[in-house]
C-alpha cells in the first residue's frame, strides 16, 4: 500500500483546509483502518484523528476534537482530514497511515506511511 497526503499550505488562523491521503496498490476498500498523525518542530508525533475501515467509527484527540473530522471515500481510495478553526498550535506536518487491524492511536500500530503534507499557521 502506498499513501500519499496533500492539502497542506498555509492558512491563518481560525482558517480552514483539508487534507487528503489517496492510497494504491492493495485492495484499499475496507481494508484498512486510517489514522493522521502530525508532529511539530521539535516535539514527538502525535496521534490526531482515525476511521475505521467501514468508516462507521472515528475517534479523535481532545486537541482537535471538534474542529477536525476524519472521513473517507473507499470508492476514492481517499480518507480525509477537515481542518476547521485552525490555531497556530495546529502547524505541523501531517501524515497518514494504514492499520490491518483495530482502531488504534497507538502510531507503532499503523503498517504503512505516506510522506508528510506541512500545515502552517500563522497567528
Known amino acids: 500500500v502506498q499513501l500519499q497526503a496533500s492539502g497542506g499550505g498555509l492558512v491563518q488562523a481560525g482558517g480552514s483546509l483539508r487534507l487528503s491521503c489517496t492510497a494504491s496498490?492493495?485492495?484499499?476498500?475496507?481494508?484498512?483502518?486510517m489514522g493522521w498523525f502530525r508532529q511539530a518542530p521539535g516535539k514527538e508525533r502525535e496521534f490526531v484523528a482515525a476511521?475505521?475501515?467501514?468508516?462507521?467509527?472515528?475517534f479523535y484527540a481532545d486537541s482537535v476534537k471538534g474542529r477536525f473530522t476524519i472521513s473517507r471515500d473507499n470508492a476514492k481510495n481517499t480518507v480525509y482530514l477537515q481542518m476547521n478553526s485552525l490555531k497556530p498550535e495546529d502547524t505541523a506536518v501531517y501524515y497518514c497511515?494504514?492499520?490491518?487491524?483495530?482502531?488504534?492511536?497507538?502510531?507503532?500500530?499503523?503498517?504503512?506511511w505516506g510522506k508528510g503534507t506541512l500545515v502552517t499557521v500563522s497567528s
Open positions: 476511521i475505521s475501515k467501514s468508516g462507521g467509527s472515528t
Open positions: 496498490g492493495r485492495t484499499f476498500s475496507s481494508s484498512y483502518v
Open positions: 497511515a494504514a492499520d490491518s487491524f483495530v482502531l488504534t492511536t497507538r502510531s507503532h500500530d499503523y503498517d504503512y
